[in-house]
């Protein structure tokens, strides 16, 4: 099981860095995303609770794009019956595109994060840094889970671009929150102060759940 | 199948819910803060629980679908979101009423029960999109069903989280709910819980009946007919259409 | 594991489901270890549909399938390593090599990479591996599909109109891979009545999902494949 979504993310990685669709259009969403917010909040810097929420809140919608993408080269280039012909284990599917999408989402992160620290965000983000690591490790993880499980849902269906944002942004919103709150003492405009252990906590329940669950239904949605 | 009992049941549901809006009117006393306005909990409350037990039953359902393969599990896990899903129609409703009577504004963010069930309603507002827009049936199913677990192992966690953001910034608005009740509230409000449990039910089960009937009517008019009878009804709905045929155990 | 004598495929009444519609119904027959099976029938007649179901994408509705000793649904994981199925889709990645391609089926299928090095020079293909698919011609990629194919050497081939593309060099190059071989046995369609027929030992004509012809091909003229298409 391993061997395979060992491939498989090998296969993605080598699609994405050849054709480099996904994480450009990511990153650059997210940039724009913080110029957009510069002028809808009419503010020249943000700091707090403020900033934990632009910043979580763009990456959220960034990373609806990767969603909608993840599934696409299967569903159109026969991907699924080359997978689904091999005598792997199915569930491999979901681990190495949830990898995948990790891999994605934290290239993303590699941009945004300067990219807000230097347009928006008032303190300097680097002594908050390793915290700051540390939550996104965690968010990405339920983000790629879910984010996987709602872009497979939806790559069966007519209206799949709208169905997958639609599906993934209510799973989100614990992410959302815990995130956002955990994040906010470490932007603080007079220094990073210390993170409320109930938020990595339950961002770490919040991964363990819907990972477990993923694991239980994934099989169901490549079957005939 | 499903229609027997439902007349007994339907008349326990209606001298339960008019048993309980006498009380509601006639024997729980007004509340010392928020006066009248504050028997919408009695409404309000009750139709969070069952509308939060539905959509768990659906999935709950859902799983033995995915695990039986067995139509009939669909078919019950989709009555069951679809009814919650309009009972948390109500609940938004009249949580609104009650924020509006209480402080003023049509939507408060301190209340935790509230936010929360916005939240779950947008998730399962998806769920008959989802189903629309898959046209093989079979397909359509079990992608419903994996919907339907996904989003029941979300609920819990939901509540979770947004009660965990709301805890040390306000204190619960639309209280009284929970333990400290004094005792003729809490008579009147189990009451009314029961009412609407027997309520959900009634109507879940009559909304199986219809559909089952429906399907037998369709296969006797297709027999009439002399067609050849397919082995699976479809349309473009969101409804799962049940078959008639056992399905052969294929494993 | 299936016995030497035991046949390769199995159906019994055999029936696949399309939305309202029966795809396959009552399906019966039984292909030898090392024969050819030809399956012919007009576009929608179920042919790709059985294909699938013997290649254990699709599960059967009714009736029972028998593949390489192995009851399907339930024990398709155990065959899925030993059947090769070539359709209509090469099933390969547009924007990477055939190399790239071959060697991630490789990994999949848990087979040596040398192989693959070996099928890219039986094809012709070893000079173009390292083009991505998009620039190859059809011809070459239905090539490199049959590469994937046969890479993991399976025992049953189940092939949709196999040499569909491929010029007259093109079929020389494929034909050793899966053309008759004793150790193979082979499922095949075609729309070619006469070149299906002089390949086959079997002969299965389906319409609206239905056997219509079934049986050796000795006894099968080219007047009845005609027949199906009227």
Not at chain 2, 134 to 139: G, L, M, Q, S
Request: overall charge positive.
């Amino acid at each position: 099981m391993r061997r395979t979504a060992a491939a498989v993310v090998r296969k993605d990685l080598l699609l994405e860095l050849r054709t480099k669709e996904t994480v450009p259009a990511m990153a650059l969403f997210a940039v724009t995303t913080f110029v957009v917010f510069h002028f809808g909040l009419n503010r020249g810097s943000v700091a707090g609770d403020l900033a934990a929420g632009v910043f979580w809140v763009t990456l959220l919608f960034a990373a609806m794009l990767g969603i909608n993408r993840l599934f696409v080269a299967e569903r159109e280039q026969g991907g699924f019956d080359a997978f689904l012909l091999a005598p792997t284990d199915r569930t491999a599917l979901l681990a190495a595109k949830a990898a995948a999408l990790f891999v994605f989402l934290s290239v993303l992160e590699l941009i945004a994060v300067p990219a807000f620290a230097l347009l928006l965000l008032d303190p300097s983000p680097w002594p908050a840094l390793p915290g700051l690591i540390g939550l996104l490790a965690l968010a990405n993880v339920g983000i790629a889970v879910i984010g996987t499980l709602a872009s497979a849902l939806a790559i069966q269906t007519r209206a799949r671009d709208l169905i997958a944002p639609l599906l993934a942004l209510p799973l989100l919103i614990p992410v959302v929150i815990a995130a956002a709150k955990a994040t906010t003492p470490l932007l603080l405009a007079g220094g990073p102060g210390d993170v409320a252990a109930r938020w990595p906590l339950i961002l770490g329940l919040y991964d363990v759940v819907f990972a477990l669950t993923a694991y239980a239904v994934f099989d169901f949605l490549l079957e005939d | 199948m499903y229609g027997k009992g439902l007349r007994a049941l339907s008349l326990a549901t209606t001298v339960v819910l008019t048993a309980a809006f006498a009380l509601v009117f006639f024997y729980a006393p007004n509340d010392a803060d928020q006066g009248f306005v504050q028997k919408i909990f009695y409404i309000h409350v009750p139709m969070a629980i069952v509308a939060l037990c539905g959509f768990i039953a659906g999935g709950v359902m859902a799983i033995a679908h995915l695990r039986t393969r067995a139509q009939k599990w669909d078919m019950r896990s989709y009555v069951a979101i679809h009814l919650s899903l309009i009972l948390g129609v109500g609940v938004l409703l009249t949580g609104a009423i009650w924020a509006k009577a209480s402080w003023g504004h049509w939507w408060v963010w301190n209340e935790p029960t509230l936010v929360s069930f916005l939240i779950i309603f947008l998730l399962y507002a998806c769920y008959q999109p989802l189903r629309f827009s898959i046209e093989d049936p079979e397909r359509q199913a079990r992608y419903a069903s994996v919907f339907a677990v996904v989003a029941g192992a979300f609920v819990p966690l939901n509540f979770l989280a947004v009660r965990l953001a709301q805890a040390y910034t306000h204190p619960r608005v639309l209280g009284t709910t929970g333990g400290n009740l004094p005792g003729d509230m809490r008579f009147t409000f189990l009451v009314a819980l029961a009412g609407m449990v027997l309520l959900f039910v009634t109507l879940w089960k009559y909304e199986m009946a219809s559909k089952h009937a429906t399907m037998q009517l369709r296969a006797l008019r297709r027999k009439l007919a002399g067609e050849e009878e397919p082995v699976r009804a479809t349309g473009r709905t969101a409804a799962p259409a049940a078959t008639l045929h056992a399905r052969p155990d294929t494993h | 594991m299936a016995a030497p004598d035991e046949p390769a495929v199995e159906l019994h009444d055999v029936g696949r489901d399309y939305g309202e519609r029966a795809a396959l119904r009552g399906v019966t027959l039984t292909v030898p270890a090392g024969a050819t099976l030809a399956v012919f029938g007009p576009n929608g007649a179920g042919k790709s549909t059985l294909l699938r179901v013997l290649a254990t994408l699709l599960r059967p509705h009714r009736g029972s399938v028998r593949v390489l000793g192995r009851e399907l649904p339930r024990e398709g994981w155990a065959v899925r390593g030993r059947i090769g199925l070539l359709g209509h889709d090469p099933l390969l990645y547009r924007d990477l090599s055939g190399r790239e391609n071959l060697r991630y089926q490789a990994r999949l299928f848990g087979v040596d990479a040398a192989r693959v090095d070996e099928l890219l020079e039986r094809t012709g293909m070893a000079r173009r591996a390292d083009e991505p698919l998009r620039t190859l011609s059809r011809g070459m990629v239905q090539r490199l599909a049959v590469c994937r194919t046969v890479l993991h050497d399976p025992p049953l081939l189940l092939l949709d109109e196999p040499l569909a593309n491929l010029d007259p060099a093109a079929v020389d190059a494929v034909e050793p891979l899966i053309g008759r071989d004793a150790r193979r046995t082979r499922v095949m369609t075609s729309h070619d009545p006469a070149a299906g027929l002089a390949q086959a030992d079997l002969v299965l004509g389906l319409r609206g999902g239905r056997a219509v012809v079934a049986g050796p091909a000795a006894g099968v003229t080219e007047a009845d494949v005609g027949a199906l298409y009227r």
